[in-house]
Nanobody, 126 residues
Framework: QVQLVESGGGLVQAGGSLRLPCAAS????????MGWFRQAPGKEREVVAA????????YYSDSVKGRFTISRDNAKNTMYLQIDSLKPEDTAVYYC???????????????????WGQGTQVTVSS
């Protein structure tokens, strides 16, 4: 079992930045591809970024490309999402996820992930 805990969310003005850590316990994260998803009120959960187990490959959705940066520190068992140039439409609950052990590449579909955190709220004011 893997337990994932997101933090770093909050209320920020448009144009601001946040850094969201996702800390893992129960298993070393170096095994697994990981991702960040978000869900805005009244909308379906969507992928924003994903990273391979090694960190060498990444994926970004078109809506966040150039503003979001996903990274991981396997030695600290932590993944990060750096969010810059925040927009009101980035307001959502952000979730981190971990995929199957040994899976190669990046995963950007919800059903490909096995473990999920509880989420952290990001609210962007205009």
């Amino acid at each position: 079992q893997v337990q994932l805990v997101e933090s770093g969310g909050g209320l920020v003005q448009a144009g601001g930045s946040l850094r969201l850590p996702c800390a893992a316990s129960g298993r070393t994260l170096s095994c697994c591809p990981m991702g960040w998803f978000r869900q805005a009120p009244g909308k379906e959960r969507e992928v924003v970024a994903a990273i391979s187990w090694s960190g060498e490959s990444t994926y970004y959705s078109d809506s966040v490309k150039g503003r979001f940066t996903i990274s991981r520190d396997n030695a600290k068992n932590t993944m990060y999402l750096q969010i810059d140039s925040l927009k009101p439409e980035d307001t959502a609950v952000y979730y981190c996820s971990a995929g199957p052990e040994g899976r190669v590449g990046v995963l950007h579909r919800q059903y490909e992930y096995d473990y999920w955190g509880q989420g952290t709220q990001v609210t962007v004011s205009s």
